[in-house]
């Protein structure tokens, strides 16, 4: 029979005497997860921001025809030389058109599977924008710019201008703001540009693109897909590139090889694109729940030396409690509890103290040329998190109170109340 | 007659740091209502008797009674609840908890037992204390009263939970000859008064005297009993 009441009383009056040893211990337990928090808010925020700069502007699954040499050599399907030694000088790259072979069904076949959240066609156009004299040579995309919109964050790099202002204009560009720069041109303001054949096209900018990375900001421009057809004097269904976006983003992998096999066609899966990416973020929450660990380490071992010390000092009253009745189970209860109270109310603190920082932070001004849309540091305020923390508080010190609350169970009254 | 507390055939060695039989086949009992006091020299072994027959040291063998029922052999959980309830414990030091007042001191093991409502055990111990003349120190830090005074609350928070024997260990042994003989006034009147049973370990020959029977012990060994008249 466990009387808590008592137990807690006499927990409590510990704690409220030893006010010093109590407050440092909190404080112990408040900055490790005040530290856990802001650290972790912050590091995932700037994850999730680095992940959205590269990531979504990457497609799930990008299909594409791409340039390379026939797997087998003629030479190697003729049976009469199949026991020979064959060798072929020089291959070059197969013969192979630039355009999805039926693209536009593939595009309907997309639409219909179920993973699917959508897919884009696009034309990518090897270009050049003339400024007077001078020729910049770029990219010009053909895009359905309101699918765009809807399936990638290409809004929030349309610094100027709408999506909507391009679906308008057939004759419209959104022009990468390093060209606009370069050749001081802005919205309203018409590009001349120049197709490999040379053929001359006045585009009118009804907006302006910035991505963030620069090598991207300085050669490509967004065009309606139709526009850049016309451009280039292709037809309706000349499609270079289906950009799929998927509902289930870990399905990428094996849908991209079956979408291979099935349209005879290149496929890139997310991953594969943006591997580096994911070790980044893998090693920067490692870093952050090292550095938490240790903080919480730290303040483990704090609580653990002042209960210690506790008990060494309080040897001869546990020795009464327990000549007067108390078992050794309520006498480890009582330091228990003084134990987990620390890490509750530390805990607690702890957390609110995280919430506070992470919100200075978010509310920091953080403006570089790099990221347009961002505006403050960027911090991720997942409950979870939280939850984590408390958790991580409560553990840490339940296990700092235990080593030094079960010594206090064995302590023998008889051996302290008569001295030896 | 009723024995209150029964001894039959303890025996205990000390191991370290090498073996020594300390008790040798003690057999005894205390009455109920009476205020027997063990004398003997130090080392005799009469201290290492009182806390074996308080259940706090269970490293012996034999068999031990308590109102007629065997206590030898239960766990440590059960002990602490005879202890609680049937024991009460005065030792030659206070121990009070300094951080406590008197009075919460007084109620500390009646609050473990949980038996009675707060309002009760509050109203038990300022009554305890009343009778041993230190009502008004009821709300004084435990720290803050004097030796006598220490003494007198430790023996209240024995009694908070009436029990049926009061085992004392040199009670009388840090406080002067007035303390002494007040504290002796309260033992003998708590057997006269409320039939309270006592069993105390004495240095002091007069407080010894004094007593209904003196258990002389010698070596581990009980040489005699003196009836006192």
Redesign the interface.
């Known amino acids: ?1 466990i ?1 808590w ?2 137990i807690l ?2 927990a409590k ?2 704690l409220l ?1 030893k006010m010093k040893s109590t407050v440092t211990a909190t404080l112990g337990v408040t900055f490790g997860i005040g530290a856990y928090i802001t650290l972790v808010s912050f590091m995932t925020g700037l994850n999730a921001m680095l992940d959205d700069l590269v990531l979504n502007q990457t497609p799930h699954i990008h299909m594409y025809n791409e340039i390379r040499p026939s797997p087998t050599q003629p030479i190697s399907q003729y049976q009469g030389l199949s026991k020979a030694f064959n060798v072929v000088h020089s291959i070059k790259p197969k013969q192979n058109q630039q355009k999805i072979h039926n693209a536009l069904p593939i595009l309907g076949y997309l639409k219909k599977h179920p993973n699917v959240r959508g897919a884009t066609p696009q034309l990518r156009a090897q270009i050049f924008y003339l400024s007077g004299s001078i020729e910049l040579g770029g990219n010009l995309i053909g895009v359905d710019i309101m699918e765009e919109a809807r399936l990638s964050n290409i809004q929030d790099n349309i610094v100027e201008g709408s999506p909507q202002a391009l679906k308008n204009n057939t004759n419209g560009i959104l022009l990468g703001a390093g060209l606009a720069k370069k050749m001081s041109l802005s919205i309203g303001d018409r590009v001349q540009i120049s197709t490999v054949e040379g053929n001359i096209f006045p585009l009118k900018i009804v907006g302006i693109y910035q991505s963030g990375i620069a090598e991207i900001d300085n050669v490509q421009s967004f065009a309606n897909l139709n526009t850049v057809q016309r451009i280039l004097g292709e037809a309706e269904n000349f499609v270079t590139d289906i950009n799929i976006k998927l509902l289930n983003i870990a399905e990428s992998e094996p849908m991209a090889r079956s979408l291979e096999k099935q349209f005879n066609i290149k496929a890139v899966d997310i991953n594969e694109a943006n591997a580096q990416f994911e070790t980044g973020s893998n090693i920067r929450n490692l870093i952050t729940y090292a550095v938490s660990i240790t903080l919480l380490i730290v303040a483990g071992f704090g609580i653990y030396n002042i209960l210690n010390m506790l008990i060494y000092e309080k040897m ?2 546990i ?12 006498v480890q209860y009582i330091f228990m509890a003084q134990a987990m109270i620390i890490g509750l109310f530390g805990g607690l603190l702890g957390l609110l103290i995280g919430f506070g920082l992470s919100h200075l932070i978010d509310n920091t001004p953080f403006e570089t040329e790099a990221l347009p849309t961002i505006t403050t540091y960027p911090v991720n305020f997942n409950p979870n998190f939280y939850v984590i923390g408390i958790a991580f508080a409560l553990i840490s010190t339940f296990i700092a109170g235990y080593l030094p609350s079960n010594k206090a169970k064995k302590i023998d ?2 051996k302290i ?2 001295g030896t | 007659m009723d024995l209150v507390l029964e001894a039959k055939h303890i025996n205990k060695h000390f191991h370290k740091p090498k073996d020594f039989h300390v008790l040798k086949d003690i057999s005894f009992g205390v009455k109920k209502g009476e205020f027997a006091s063990i004398m003997g020299k130090s080392g005799s072994g009469k ?1 290492t008797l009182l ?1 074996i027959l ?1 259940t ?2 269970t490293d012996y063998t034999g068999e031990l009674y308590l109102n007629n029922q065997l206590v030898t052999g239960k766990s ?2 059960e002990l ?2 005879i ?3 049937n024991i009460g ?1 005065v ?1 030659q ?1 206070h ?3 300094s ?2 007042s008197v009075i919460e001191n007084v109620m ?2 009646a ?4 038996e009675k409502s707060y309002v009760e055990i509050e109203r038990n111990a300022q009554q305890k204390l009343e009778m041993l003349n230190i009502g008004h120190l009821a709300h004084q830090k435990a720290s803050r009263i004097s030796g006598g005074e220490k003494q007198r609350v430790a023996i209240a ?2 009694l908070i ?1 009436d029990p049926t024997i009061l085992m004392g ?1 040199e009670p009388t042994g840090n406080l002067d000859s007035h303390n002494s003989e007040n504290v002796f006034n309260i033992f003998k009147k708590l057997k006269e008064e409320q039939g309270l049973s006592l069993l105390v370990v004495t240095h002091d020959e007069d407080f010894a005297n004094r007593t209904d029977r003196i258990i002389q012990m010698e070596d581990g060994i009980i040489m005699n009993h003196l009836v006192n008249s």
């Open positions: 029979m009387n009441n008592v009383g006499i009056t510990h005497t001869k009253d020795a009464i409690l327990k000549a007067t009745g108390f078992s050794g189970k309520d009254p008889v109340i008569r | 201290s806390y308080s706090m040291d440590h959980r602490s609840r202890r609680n309830k414990f030792f030091f121990y009070l908890l951080e406590f500390l093991p609050k473990k037992l949980a928070r024995a939970n260990d």
